[in-house]
C-alpha cells in the first residue's frame, strides 16, 4: 500500500479524533507512523489501522472503509488534480480510471499494486464497474466512487451483487446515476 494513503488515514483521524488518538493508534499498532507518500508499506499495516480506528471509535470496519474511500478521493484528487480535471463528468471519470488514471499513477509510482477495473457502459445512467483485486477493498473503491460522485455533484447509487467476500472472482458496482 502506498504511502499517500497512510497520509489520507492520517488526516482523517486527526480531523475525527484528534492528534492524540492517532498517536495511540499507532503506538497500539507499534508502527512509527512516518509514511512517505510514494513508497510502499505492507497491507497488514493499513488493516491494522482501520482495525484500532474500529475498535477505538465503535464504528464498524466496513463503514469506516467506505467512509475512508470517499475522503481518500479528496485526499488524491488534491494532491493530484490533473487527474480530476481531464474529466467533466462523474461517469467520464469513473471511465477513465482504469485505463488512463492508472497508468499515470503507474508513472508516478513503483509498483502501485493496483487493482483491475472492466466496465459495462449499456445506458446512459448506469455503469458496471468490475472490480477485482486480491486485497477485496471493494468496499474502498464504493467510498472512492462516491467522493468522486460528491466532487462531481452526481447523485448516484451503487448497487453490489456480485462479491469477492462472497466467493467470487471479482465484485460488480453497478453505479446509477440519477
Known sequence: MKGVVFNVLEEMVIEQCGMLAWNEILESQALEGIYTAGESYPDSDLFGLV??????????????????GERLFKGLADRNPMFIDAESTLKGFLKSVHDV?????????????????????????????????????????????RGAASHYDTQITIDHPVCMHKGSDHCDLIVKFL
Not at 484500532?52 to 469506516?64: D, F, N, R
Not at 449499456?122 to 467510498?143: F, H, N, Q, V, W
Open 101 to 145: 488514471i492508472h497508468i499515470e499513477v503507474r508513472k508516478l509510482y513503483e509498483n502501485p499494486n493496483l487493482p483491475d477495473f472492466e466496465y459495462e457502459d449499456g445506458a446512459d445512467d448506469t455503469l458496471l464497474m468490475r472490480y477485482r483485486s486480491p486485497r477485496k477493498l471493494c468496499i474502498l473503491a464504493e467510498g472512492l466512487i
Open 51 to 68: 482495525d484500532c480506528i474500529s475498535k477505538q471509535t465503535g464504528i464498524p470496519a466496513e463503514t469506516l472503509v467506505g467512509a475512508f
